[in-house]
């Protein structure tokens, strides 16, 4: 790995280090994983993400942090890497993950725990045809911008989402993806479990 490779594992390692999570006590929700895996493509970071397929029960055609349910006494790191390679073939060790971000509770029935995982030079990568549509490896820096928050008659909260090569991308993986790159690009803390979701996420 170059040596601006190993420094940018290192900031955001030590980003991740300092930072406070706040986890979530839901046992009504069940248990999910995701990883928020940062690829480096000539030496720039950049997040890998998925569209699901059009033919999944749940959430089918939306954008995706790789991940899902948790399986019982798996940990939130070993469930993050083991969906991470189900569905895009990145095989990151338990030496990759950098951390853990806040919780996210999600209309949808899933207490989200989003795990930071360093994946390295981006590599083949294969998808999950049952999933995954397609898989995309986004530059961190096209994220490096203030979300949208949307108000909807439903919820009291606004919704928050990103520009997305033509489109936006929603919480939750929207506010995912903003808290880490506030965390990683500049060090900050910001929370985001209080932003609502769209309404076309809630089931």
């Known amino acids: 790995m170059a040596a601006g490779s190993t420094a940018d594992r290192a900031a955001v390692a030590a980003n991740l280090a300092s930072f406070q999570r706040i986890g979530i006590a839901r046992p009504d929700l069940r248990a999910a994983s995701v990883a928020v895996c940062v690829l480096l493509r000539q030496d720039a970071p950049c997040?890998?993400?998925?569209?699901?397929?059009?033919?999944?029960?749940n959430h089918s055609g939306q954008?995706?942090?790789?991940?899902?349910r948790r399986e019982p006494r798996e940990s939130a790191g070993d469930a993050a890497l083991r969906?991470?390679?189900e569905e895009t073939g990145v095989a990151a060790e338990p030496g990759d993950v950098l951390g853990t971000l806040d919780d996210y509770?999600?209309?949808?029935?899933?207490?989200?725990t989003p795990v930071v995982v360093w994946g390295g030079p981006v590599g083949?990568?294969?998808?999950?045809?049952?999933?995954?549509?397609?898989?995309?490896?986004i530059p961190l820096a096209d994220f490096d911008r203030p979300p949208e928050l949307l108000r909807?008659?439903?919820?009291?909260?606004?919704?928050?989402?990103?520009?997305?090569l033509g489109g936006h991308v929603y919480a939750p993986t929207a506010a995912i993806i903003y808290q880490f790159c506030q965390l990683a690009l500049h060090g900050l803390t910001t929370r985001v479990a209080h932003?609502?979701?769209?309404?076309?996420?809630?089931?």
């Open 124 to 137: 083949t990568l294969v998808r999950q045809s049952s999933e995954v549509a397609r898989i995309h490896v």
């Open 83 to 85: 969906e991470l390679r």
């Open 152 to 164: 909807i008659p439903e919820s009291p909260a606004p919704v928050l989402r990103l520009a997305l």
């Open 105 to 112: 509770a999600t209309r949808s029935g899933f207490l989200i």
């Open 195 to 203: 932003f609502e979701q769209p309404v076309f996420a809630w089931r």
């Open 47 to 57: 997040l890998l993400l998925t569209r699901r397929a059009a033919g999944l029960r």
């Open 63 to 68: 954008w995706a942090l790789p991940g899902g």
